[in-house]
């Protein structure tokens, strides 16, 4: 049995180094399907061109180049070939899966054999047409220096569309291909060119669901990184505006771009952060959403507070890089992330800078109220009826042991059980259909409470706290705050209802205790507090005027403080 097994894995380990040896070949092979040029242009898909010169049909590989797994970095080693046919042979053996991948075959000036190699779906057909094709096959005069290349030719005078890119080896014209771009191949150059050909449909332009204003711009992001990028240069006409760009995804190769104010952003956060984005170029098959880079990049991914700001709004996005901060844009997604980003800021609101700061200081000190009773309020509550009846007053404390009467639940059951159903029914609307969603949260909390109390499950104080603390978690603006506090909620009511007030405090110790500890992308998150910057303090809970916003906060930019000339308050004409 021992030497039968030996030559079944002896047989198994030739049959995949033969396996690997094919595979390989086929894959530096130039040799392909050969296709007859003809007067007029044709469009043809990934084997659709008859049979090739060794009698098989296009597509029709064997099996290791079927089951062949590409990686870009080996595909931008491989050079193309001065022939046509050799090249759109490897791009049918690369690409002769993909959904939309056509190729297009015309003569050049009526003499010269070419191909433009795009994806179906992703590209603007008008755009293709008006400006390569017709140009090349039709208006092309200007024939080829001696010893020149026909390709630089085409470039210099045949070609309308723009920008044009070089593009020297086969992985190069597989990803701008892949990326909703065009490429030219001509016969007899080892080179091809990439032309900006992209128009695929997007969604358009509209006001931001999670993040509305009353007062303030009312523009959102989209999902196309193009559009995105041209809301943000519009509010910031700065030459000092720079952009780095990423592609991050073995599979995805999603863009990723930086976005940042030279002499604003703070150099090390730059630098910290291009370390962690190169950290995961290499190392995740793909990036769908922004969410998967706020993961990647957190100081401390274990901790339930966010780390980085998510926000649809390109003016707060503008306001932060004014403040030193970075931004991080991701395709294929409305949601742009701006990192540092602290505690304090995130208790801000774009719209606290579009009215006057009395109501923008009455709004924040509302919202810290807020955030106190969505934290503790259901503990708090709990943790009184349970062990300190002796801070509530007399006629209170009888009408709540009234309403408390054949209640079968001690206070930290009712309260969780509620608490809990609130939730559901805030999960239930957010899922739903926007018109129905709406109706299962506001009916399903009407007849649910209500059934709860007539059925002696619930009493209407436990009702009411958990109401009240659920609209003040709605105040918070940053809806990812809010998310973690909902959840820590839970954990305080349990430590209130068996430990009392007592168990409270400790909870609220413990939590600042791991927020003075943490940072975002290296700055304290309680900067303002922890360390203590007196200057900053006052952009914290009061919302200053204007013309007294002089500095930028300390941690974000240490070499250029500067906001504003001082002076700047407004005063009574002199005479």
Known sequence: MTKRRRRIVRSLSEMLRAGRKGATQEQLSAGGNTVAAG???????????????????????????????????ELRQAPLSASL????????RVLGGFPGFSIREFLVAGKWRAAMVFTEGLIDPALAEGGILRPLMHSLRREPEVGGSLLETVREAGMAAAPL??????????EDVLEGQAVLLVDGESGALSAEVTGFPTRGIAEPVSESVVRGPREGFVESLAKNLTLI????????????HFFLGLETHTQV???????????????ELKRRLQRIDKNIDGVLESNHIEELIADQPLSPFPQVLSTERPDRVAAALLDGRIAILVDNTPVALVVPYEFLALMQAAEDYYQNYFFGTAIRILRYVALVIALVGPAVYVAVTTFHQEMIPEALLFSIVAARQGIPFPAVIEMLLIDYAFELLREA????????GQAVSIVGALVIGQ??????????????VVAVTGIASFVLPSFSLAFSFRIIRFFITILGGILGLYGVVAAVLAILIH???????????????????LSDLKETVVRPPWWAMRRRPHELSKRNRERQKPGLKPGPERT
């Open 85 to 92: 046919d050799e090249n759109l042979a490897g791009l049918r």
């Open 39 to 73: 007067g007029g242009a044709r469009a043809s898909g990934a084997g659709s061109d008859g049979p090739g010169q060794d009698g098989r049909q296009p597509g029709r590989e064997s099996g290791n180049a079927v089951n062949r797994v590409y990686r870009q970095d």
């Open 429 to 436: 609307g957010i899922r739903l259909p926007r018109p129905i």
């Open 515 to 533: 927020l003075a500890g943490l940072r975002t992308l290296g700055v304290p998150y309680l900067a303002g507090f922890a360390p203590l910057h």
């Open 165 to 174: 890119r070089a593009r020297r080896t086969l992985g190069e014209v597989v």
């Open 233 to 244: 240069q519009r509010r910031l006409k700065t030459p000092n505006l720079a952009c780095e």
């Open 451 to 464: 059934a709860a109390i007539q059925a002696g499950l619930t009493s209407p104080l436990a009702v009411i």
């Open 257 to 271: 771009t930086v976005l940042y104010i030279k002499g604003r952003a703070n150099p090390e956060h730059l630098a």
